[in-house]
């Protein structure tokens, strides 16, 4: 069994295409390589919420299952949010961003070079891009957000090395049948995904959290 090398604790092993895992007894933040494990930083401290997600909350996306198993809490000047990471296995995954009740879900695609450069050229500026637009796919989206945002923590699987305090800019755009697409550039490259809104009910959740005050919507039961 792999072992956290900064603490002893028992650590899991990685999962296809996600290589780090967080030691929950110290919150070192690992590179797990087969039994190769060190450690390349400090996943943070993750702050209490009370989000119905959690770990291992499995969700079905256009068809597909998928289970969580990891999240990243990034922070911004006037909040924080969480990202949850849904594996559906094989190396595919997505993230889910809550926001007021809705859960978008996001996943990475290869926009045109120009769409691309575009999207750069915007992401890049501090204000002025409100209500620009790009078009992507056929579909219009009008930039709503360019922002600085910084990781709080992580815990779980991810796919990169990112805790505490690390940054990132991010542009994010709204179509108007409620499609979206973020533009992301941080230390590790920049990356383009794209998704839509969901209702909790329509992504046929199981596993969900429990906690005092909160009764478990019906629909929940089910596998
Ligand atoms: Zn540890």
């Known amino acids: ?3 956290c090398p900064q603490c002893g604790a028992p650590a899991q092993s990685a999962l296809p295409g996600l290589p780090l895992v967080t030691c929950t007894s110290c919150n070192a933040l690992l590179m797990v390589d087969g039994d190769n494990i060190r450690n390349v930083g400090d996943s943070g401290r993750m702050p209490f919420d009370v989000s119905p997600l959690q770990m291992g909350t499995r ?3 256009e068809g597909q299952r998928g289970e969580i198993v990891g999240r990243e809490r990034w922070a911004w000047d006037n909040g924080s949010w969480n990202e949850w990471l849904l594996d559906f296995g094989g190396g595919k995954i997505a993230w889910v961003a809550e926001e007021a009740g809705y859960y978008m879900i996001m996943s990475a695609i290869q926009p045109r070079a120009d769409v691309l450069k575009k999207l750069s050229d915007l992401g890049g500026q501090a204000w002025g891009v409100l209500g620009e637009t790009v078009q992507v796919d056929k579909v219009r989206y009008t930039v709503s957000d360019v922002k600085k945002v910084s990781c709080v923590a992580s815990e779980g ?3 990169e090395p990112i805790g505490a305090d690390f940054p990132r800019r991010s542009l994010d755009l709204r179509s108007k049948d409620g499609r979206a697409l973020t533009w992301q550039r941080d230390a590790h490259g920049s990356g383009v995904w ?3 809104y969901y209702r909790l009910a329509e992504l046929q959740p199981a596993g969900l959290r ?3 005050g909160w009764s478990m ?3 929940a039961g089910a596998r």
């Open 210 to 212: 429990q906690f005092d």
């Open 217 to 219: 919507p019906r629909y």
């Open 1 to 3: 069994m792999l072992s």
């Open 194 to 196: 794209a998704g839509r």
């Open 59 to 61: 969700l079905t996306v």
């Open 157 to 159: 699987h991810l796919p």
